[in-house]
Structure formats: C-alpha cells, structure tokens
C-alpha cells in the first residue's frame, strides 16, 4: 500500500539526516523519495522539521516536489508552493515508485498549505484559499467541510459572505505564546515578500515610464 511504502522510505530518514555529507555526494536524488515519504506518512509532523532542515541545506538537487517543501516552509511563498504542487502531479504521474501514492501526496501536500495560510489568517476568502489549493471555490468548500467533519480543523464556514472563520480553542498559555511566536514570524516573512515584491513591481514599471519617456522625447 502506499502508506507502507512512504513508511519504508521514512524509516531511512534517520540515517539521511545523520548522512548528509553521503547524501550530498553520491544520492541528492533521494531527497525527492524522502519528501513523497514524509508527506504521505501518518507521523508526517513527526519528520518534516527534519526534512525542511535538509532540504535547506541541500542545495545541489531540485526537483518540484522538493522545491513544493522548500517554497512552503523555507521561503513560505504560497504562489511559488502552488505552481509546484502543479509540477508534483506530473512528476509523481511519471516516477514508477511514486505514482501509486499521487492522490495521497497532492491531498496531504493540499492540507500542508491550508494549515500554514492559516497560521497567518484567522478569516480565510474560500476563493483566494481555492487559488492556493489548485481548486474552484466549490471543491475547496466541500474540502473544507469534510476537513471538518474529521475533526481535523477547528472552523466554520460563512457560505454567505464565502469565508472560513477558524476556531479558537484554548491552549496552555505556554503554547500560546509558542503559536504566537510561530504565526508571528511566518506574518513579518509573508509581508517582508509580498513589500519586495511591491518594490519590484514599482521599479519595472518607473523603468518602463522612463524608457516611453525618452521614446516621447
């Protein structure tokens, strides 16, 4: 099945991160593997500090499904981990020894987004969540709902004003001050982003004006 196969690969994670000088060397290729592993597998939140420390400092392979985690939990750049998860479905379609864990991959790798856009947003727009997730607003909805349903989030939809409102469960005041610290620093990254990319925006189009401008004179 596809859990026992992510459960395999998983099972080396130890021996990769304890390995990186071998890794880095002879089998960066395996990082693709350990990634497919860690996001299929049950203990996922178990490995993925792991993983996102080595994947930040391998920097000899890239593919999209390595470059999904890099843009999601190192640079926590949402567009960049959507077009990536668009790249996922084809590589996985294609890789013999991980097609068979593709809806698996893409679902967890869905839910992966979702939990980190809402550390950063209490009132979620289910149509720009739905740009994220590569859905429409109707399947992201019905997403949503079932997410619900499992117990696996703590929200309710507004479907009239077409939001997700998340719930406020009361944890210790020390893991208060723990989600705080953690949703306080994905905020200052995710505007320190979008500002530069503002800043580059603003500079092409000035560089545009000059350049008609000059045309003009």
């Known amino acids: ?23 880095q060397t002879t089998c960066p290729h395996i990082l693709r593997y350990l990634t497919a592993a860690v996001v299929t597998n049950k203990k996922r939140k178990t490995y ?58 893409i679902e967890n790798a869905r839910l992966f987004i ?15 969540l739905a740009q994220r997730l590569d859905m429409n607003g109707s399947e992201a909805e019905r997403w949503i709902v079932n997410l619900i349903r499992n117990a696996k989030l ?4 507004d479907s009239a004003a077409g939001t997700v ?11 208060q001050l723990i989600d705080k610290t953690k949703a ?8 320190e982003r979008e500002h530069a990319r503002s800043k580059t925006r603003s500079a092409v189009a000035e560089k545009r004006d000059i350049t008609e401008d000059g045309s003009a004179v």
């Open 48 to 105: 993925l500090k792991n993983l996102v420390d080595v994947i930040e400092q391998e920097s000899s392979y890239k593919d999209p499904i390595t470059e999904f985690i890099e843009a999601l939990y190192i640079k926590f750049d949402f567009e960049t981990a959507q077009q990536k998860l668009k790249e996922c479905e084809r590589v996985l379609e294609n890789d013999y020894f991980l097609n068979v864990i593709q809806e698996e991959f």
């Open 165 to 175: 409102l998340m719930g406020s469960t009361q944890p210790s005041v020390f893991q």
């Open 1 to 23: 099945t596809a859990y026992e196969i992510s459960a395999c690969l998983v099972g080396s994670e130890m021996c990769i991160r304890d390995s990186m000088n071998t890794v």
């Open 154 to 157: 703590d929200a309710k939809i």
């Open 114 to 128: 979702f939990e980190t856009y809402c550390k950063i947003h209490s009132c979620i727009d289910i149509n720009m």
């Open 184 to 191: 306080l620093s994905l905020k200052v990254i995710y505007i």
